[in-house]
T-cell receptor, first 114, second 117 residues
Framework: KAGVTQTPRYLIKTRGQQVTLSCSPI?????VSWYQQTPGQGLQFLFE???????NKGNFPGRFSGRQFSNSRSEMNVSTLELGDSALYLC?????????????FGPGTRLTVL | AQKITQTQPGMFVQEKEAVTLDCTYD???????LFWYKQPSSGEMIFLIY??????QNATEGRYSLNFQKARKSANLVISASQLGDSAMYFC??????????????FGTGTRLTIIP
């Protein structure tokens, strides 16, 4: 069974640009969550999507947005990039049931903002 | 207040020895889940083990076990017979509330484990 995939793996952008990151969950998983990892702030929850609906949102500005498609694939968009947006962006997928508890992460997209 | 506290920024352990990574948590929910993840230098987060707040027995997965002490709000990870490949960052994380309702994980700051040959 294929794991969580994220594309692209590396990105270099300049301030003010926008970027779109993609995440394909494990087959059968309908929940996708996004996290930002930086040396200063650690791992922080961005948002979660389930059945094409945002179910939960972290404390990030509106420049960070996402969506989920009917095949459960998810995209995350960051507009008007700032230097502080440089980070490893991780997505995780899960079955989101009341008895299955594992969340599996992808390899991440490393974003550098110059 | 920190919801997840990992007090050991770094640890050095001799190969084949057992190692305990500390994690304490803070929540007012009765239903919650605790996770441990391993993050090698490649960056991918690898799921290791899960403990539910209502689970009466400590979780075990191969060489990993979780020492769950609910009254003390601690969920320490124990790795038996450490191997060189265990060198990585280890994160403790918590999901609050019932399983079906919240997938948000709150992570600790991590412990960098280095296994010495």
């Amino acid at each position: 069974k294929a794991g969580v995939t994220q594309t692209p793996r590396y990105l270099i952008k300049t301030r003010g640009q926008q970027v779109t990151l993609s995440c394909s969950p494990i087959s059968g998983h309908r929940s996708v969550s996004w996290y930002q990892q930086t040396p200063g702030q650690g791992l922080q929850f961005l948002f979660e999507y389930f059945s094409e609906t945002q179910r939960n949102k972290g404390n990030f500005p509106g420049r960070f947005s996402g969506r989920q498609f009917s095949n459960s694939r998810s995209e995350m968009n960051v507009s008007t990039l700032e230097l502080g947006d440089s980070a490893l962006y991780l997505c995780a997928s899960s079955l989101r049931t009341d008895y299955y508890n594992e969340q599996f992460f992808g390899p991440g997209t490393r974003l550098t903002v110059l | 207040a920190q919801k997840i506290t990992q007090t050991q920024p770094g640890m050095f352990v001799q190969e084949k020895e057992a190692v305990t990574l500390d994690c304490t948590y803070d929540t007012s929910d009765q239903s919650y889940g605790l996770f441990w993840y391993k993050q090698p230098s490649s960056g991918e987060m690898i799921f290791l083990i899960y403990q539910g707040s209502y689970d009466e027995q400590n979780a075990t997965e191969g060489r990993y076990s979780l020492n769950f002490q609910k009254a003390r709000k601690s969920a320490n990870l124990v790795i038996s017979a450490s191997q060189l490949g265990d060198s990585a960052m280890y994160f403790c994380a918590m999901r609050e509330g019932p399983n079906f309702g919240n997938e948000k994980l709150t992570f600790g700051t991590g412990t960098r484990l280095t296994i010495i040959p």
